[in-house]
């Protein structure tokens, strides 16, 4: 069982294909976010 929220997060290469994603910002962020959501 999971105590808070669960998140699925699935980013792959066409969803960036063609864009203006900073990329590593993108990453930086999301780590960032997960880091803080653990605890």
Known sequence: MIE???LN???NDN???GSDY???LL???L???L???AG
């Open 4 to 6: 808070g929220p669960a």
């Open 35 to 37: 880091t803080g959501q």
């Open 22 to 24: 900073n990329t590593t």
């Open 9 to 11: 997060v699935t980013v």
């Open 15 to 17: 969803d960036l294909t």
């Open 27 to 29: 990453e930086e962020n």
């Open 31 to 33: 780590v960032a976010f």
